[in-house]
C-alpha cells in the first residue's frame, strides 16, 4: 500500500466552484480508500479561499515540504486548476513532484499514462487558465467602455456626500448628492483649505460630531480624511481606472499575523494621472477648492517637519511581540536634552476607539540600537549560527498546521467572498458582462 497525500483548494471565484473543500476533501478519501492508498493523520492539505493563481499558499507549501522529504509515494488532487489554474505552476509543481519520485492523481482527469493523456491534462490546465482570464479580462472591458460613455455604474461604489442609484427602468445609474453628508464635505475642504487645520484636527472634530463613516465606524482615521481630500469626485469628476494591480511589497500588521503569507499576492497602486477616465458627477465644491487642497498636499510633502533627518538603525524595522503593530520614533525634552525612544502604535489611545491597545513602554533609541547592532557583529563573526536559526524557522514552518493561517482569515475571506459575488451580480445587472 502506498502513503499519499490529499490536497484541496477553493478560491475566492465560489461562483465557478462546483464543489466545497469538504467536498473534494471526502472524494478523495473515498478514492484513496477503494484503492488502497493509506493517508496518515496531518496528511490533509486544504487552502481554503487562497487563489489559484500563486503558488505561495500554505498547505502547498507544507505538501511540497513533505514530497521533497520523501515521506509520500503519491499526491491526490481533486483536478488539476485545483493545483493551480496557471498552467506554467501545474507544469512547474508536477516536474517538482517527479523529480521527487511522487506520483500525482487527478479525479477528474485522466492519468497521464500515455503521450495523448498528458497532452489532455495540458490542454485542461490551459482551459481553466484561459476561463479565469476571459472572465476577468471582460469584466475589466466592460467596464472601462461604460466609463468612457460617461456611466457611472461603472464604479465601484459613490464616496461619502452621495448616494449610489442602480439603473432603473429608462434611467441610467447616478450619484444623488445626500444633503447632510455634502455639508460635511464642503467643511472639511474649508478648514483644511482656508483655516489650515491639520488632517489629525478634523478627524478629532468629526469623530466628535457623531456622524459615522461611509462604512459605519463611529471613530474617523486621518487616511479617511486624506482620501476624501484627494478624491476629484467632489469638484464634479468621478474618475475610473485610478489605481492597477501590482506585486505587493508592503508586510502589514495582518501579513505578519499570517506568517509573511497573503491569499492575494497583489495590492494596489496608483496610475498615472493621465490614464484615469473621468466621469461627470454633481459637484460639492468648486474646482478651486479642490486645487487648493492639492497645492497643500504638495507643500506638506516638500515641508513637513516629520521627514526624517536623522535615520535610525531599527527605524521601520521593529515589531511588538505584544500586539504585533509596529512601533515609530518619538521624542521627548527632559532635564538631560532630548530623548529619541522606540514607542508602539498600540500604545496610543487616541488611535483606537476602545482605548490603548498595548502597554509596552517606549525603549530608548541609543539603547536598543547598540544592543542589536553588537548582535549583528556577533552573527556576522558566527554563520553558523545564522544557519542555526534558518534551520529553527524551517522546522517551525513544517510543524505548524494550515488552520492556524486559515482561522485569522476566515471571517474577512467570507465577507470579502460575498461581496465578490454581489459585485457579479451587479455587474450581469449592469450588462458589463454576460454568460
Known sequence: MKTAAIYARVSSDRQKEEHTIASQTSALRVYAAAHEYVVPDG????????????????????????????????????????????????????????????????????????????????????IAEYEKAQISERTRRGKR????????????????????????????????????????????????TEEWESLSTITRWLTATGLRTRTGQSRWNKSTVWAMLRNPAYQGTACFQKTRQAERQRVTRRLRQRGGI????????????????????????????????????????????????QPSLLQGLLICQVCGYAFYRSSARTT???????????????????GRRCDNRPVR????????????????????????????RLADLRASHPVDVKRDVATKELARLRAGITRLIEAYQEQLISL
Not at 461604489?157 to 439603473?167: C, D, E, L, M
Not at 538631560?336 to 476602545?354: I, K, N, S
Open 43 to 126: 496528511y490533509l492539505f486544504e487552502d481554503d479561499g487562497w487563489s489559484g493563481s500563486t503558488l505561495i499558499r500554505p498547505g502547498l507549501e507544507r505538501l511540497r515540504d513533505l514530497a521533497a522529504q520523501g515521506q509520500i509515494e503519491v499526491v491526490l488532487v481533486y483536478s488539476p486548476d485545483r493545483l493551480s489554474r496557471r498552467y506554467a505552476y501545474q507544469v512547474l509543481v508536477l516536474d517538482e513532484f517527479a523529480r521527487h519520485g511522487v506520483e500525482v492523481v487527478f479525479l477528474q482527469a485522466p492519468r497521464a499514462e500515455t503521450p495523448e493523456d498528458v497532452l489532455l491534462l495540458q490542454f485542461q490546465g490551459m
Open 145 to 192: 467602455h461604460r466609463a468612457q460613455a460617461g456611466l457611472v455604474n461603472a464604479l465601484t461604489g459613490a464616496p461619502f456626500g452621495y448616494r449610489y442609484v442602480r439603473k432603473a427602468e429608462g434611467l441610467p445609474a447616478r450619484y444623488e448628492v445626500v444633503e447632510h453628508e455634502a455639508a460635511i464635505v464642503r467643511e472639511i475642504f474649508r478648514r483644511y
Open 262 to 309: 497573503a491569499p492575494r499576492p497583489v495590492c494596489s497602486r496608483p496610475r498615472p494621472r493621465a490614464e484615469w477616465i473621468e466621469i461627470a458627477v454633481p459637484a460639492l465644491i468648486t474646482p478651486t477648492q479642490f486645487t487648493l487642497a492639492q497645492e497643500r498636499f504638495d507643500q506638506n510633502r516638500r515641508f513637513a517637519a516629520r521627514h526624517t533627518k
Open 336 to 354: 538631560r536634552g532630548r530623548r529619541v525612544y522606540y514607542r508602539c502604535l498600540g500604545a496610543d489611545a487616541y488611535r483606537f476607539p476602545q
Open 365 to 392: 533609541q541609543d539603547a536598543l540600537d547598540t544592543l542589536v547592532w553588537a548582535g549583528v557583529l556577533e552573527l556576522l563573526a558566527n554563520p553558523s549560527l545564522v544557519r542555526a536559526e534558518i534551520d529553527r
